[in-house]
């Protein structure tokens, strides 16, 4: 059934007065008035008033069709594409955009990391997104912290060589560079953010023991403080992560990042420092689905 079906009422009575401009689906309602004084070759005539059971009679079928036409809506999907999580729909080219499904995205956690993602394409994009997140976050700055989200996220295979590089990565040489101390804390007074917001997933190659994820990210990044020389500004990028079905979930080989894309900057007011340091510890984190 299509939104732009339409219906000939006007078929419906072929013995009844289709000629009659007030004729209604409750048959003809025209009332022709003489006045005292008028010419009968030219008699005067009004609209009549429609009875309240015409009225209910109208209404109900305007009710009809506004139902019919949202249950088509709701229903063009394929069902198919639907039950493997892929939301493309029929003879639609390229891959499909990210949209919610409605699945449940992912079966518990690991620490604070989403685990236990659904073997399928809508999976291997929600593991994606939450590790994104994770491997740009403040608590991979940490080194107490750092070796246990290396081990969640990655394949056992790359999670002692890729720790070691992370460790690098993140030396001392780092870590004053964006006023953090030997534990990735930041100085009294201070707060250190780095907070990452997928905005979609993008699956550019899949099969049942691999899958490549592009997730599109926006967040933001810098010390809040009144004296950081490190201010807290966002950023847009885009993730590539090489996945792996293992253990009976999705965990990482690889990964890559790059710029953008990045929209117009706005001429928004910046909060201020200690508006920042508040919204970080008090707004929490989500688990992120396809």
Known sequence: MSPGD????R???QGGRTDDPYSTLGGTRQTRTRLPDGDTATPHTRRPARSSRSLVTVIGIVVLLI??????NRGGGNSDDEASGNGKKPGAAGPAPTGATGTKPVQGKNGTIASGFAHDEQGAQSAAAN???????ADILKPD???????QIFIAERAGELETKFNQAYGQEFLDKVGLDQNGNAAEGMTYVSRTAPVGTKVTAYSASSATVDVWCTGVFGTAGVSSTNPVSSDWFTMTLQL???SEDWKVDSFAQKEGPAPVNT?????NADEIAKAVEEYGGFTYAR
């Open 145 to 151: 912290r750092r070796a246990g989200i290396v081990r």
């Open 244 to 246: 792996q079905w293992t």
């Open 11 to 13: 078929g419906m009575d």
């Open 267 to 271: 001429d928004r007011t910046a909060s």
């Open 131 to 137: 590790y994104a997140v994770a491997l740009v976050s």
């Open 6 to 9: 339409e219906h000939d009422y």
């Open 67 to 72: 139902a019919a036409i949202a249950f088509a």
